[in-house]
């Protein structure tokens, strides 16, 4: 298909409705058009005239109109082309034509008014419910989240093994088991200047990856206990444990011991036949085992990721999982859906062509939201991803009182975030919302060599 625009100059946003419905999307601003290579005999204007939008097919005469070019022109323009594809495919979207922003901002705007989105948007009901519900209580959580704090994020890229539907930048620590324990001297350098130099108080730490816990024993010890004493100061301390194959009771202990108050225990799915085929090296009675350890040992928050959408399964394997999560009800659960990444070895179609269709993601999602509401969990935060499969989203519910603020912070973007390791993406907020980012190299072994040269350039950044 080809989609010539006249009038205005949304490549963007056609592009991004596009996606939804046909792959290989591409934008072409010299030219003001989009193209895909589904219906390549297809071409659509997409055009705002007289300040008002329409979608036709090239040779056909101006059809009715969706909104006006004075309200919203970016917005019109994408109502109105999302219309015309919905009648053409004869599919619709959860979220409808709401993309490129969060659903939670956009309830804000609408003052949380579940009615404007599916008016403005085309958001079905429940969605635009679950977007108010999130958004009000990420709201609430923000206000008490003063505007000084600083949250910082230090990242552990690897892994002890790539999970199969995974894109994401770590490591195979398997791999790399020679530069572990560099890599964690030079976050103790990196972690120890911005500690000394960046005269602000560190309130929230976070801990991600990759997965931190595939330090050994003692350089993870090492690292946790350095973080606790350079930042004294902090109210909230995560670790994403993440994969429970590298959970031991020695780094249990050491986190205790550190102040750690919040780990992750991700199973991602309670079904050892899937974990098996994704190349996740433990099974669910690991699960189970470290989060009774875990439990036992009194952290305040256990966190636990499923995944909806999962290649191999079908949703009653997916809320086979969430009924045992909810068995052991830790304080928060994080729902993904599964969606297409770049680099992933699982493909668009096969993320969506399998048992696990898109109505049935989306139906077991209506399930398990309800088993978690009825369970006394509620949804803090929400956000969806680009090059989505089937267009839905993922959702971080915790029980009150006991949700993460360094999620609320980073999800935002309204709290400045400083970030230590590779790959790891610095914040810095401004005032009417604009914010800037400071990147690090993604290449541990470059990191390694010189981690001061990007502390230093971190530090600055934020004075
Ligand atoms: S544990 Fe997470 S970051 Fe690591 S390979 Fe699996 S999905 Fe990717």
Redesign the pocket.
Known sequence: MRVILKGHANTYGISDVLRLFYSDVKEDKENNEVTSADSPEMTLISEIFEGIAYTYEEGQARPGFDDTYELDPKRAVKKSFYKYMTELTSVSYPWGCLTGIRPTVVAAEENFEPQMLSDKYYVRDDKAELACITGRKEHRLLEEIPEKDLGLYVGIPF?????E????I?ADATKHLGILDKYEEALSKEISYIASNINRDVSMIYVG???PTVLSDKTFEKLIQNLADKFPKRSEFTVEA??PDTITSYKLDAMKEAGVDRICI?P?TMRSETLARLN?KHSAEDVLRVYEEASAKGFDVINMDLIAGLKYEKDEDFLYSLGKLLELAPENITIHTLYKKRRASMGKEEVLDRNFTRGSVDDALKTAYEMLFGAGYIPYYLYRQKDTGHGLENTGFARPGKECRYNVAMMTDKRDIISAGAGGMSKRIFEHGRYERCPCTKDPHEYIRDPLKYAEKKVRFFH
């Open positions: 892994c002890p093994s790539r999970c539907y995974c894109s994401f770590s990856g990759g997965t993440g994969r991700n991602q996740r």
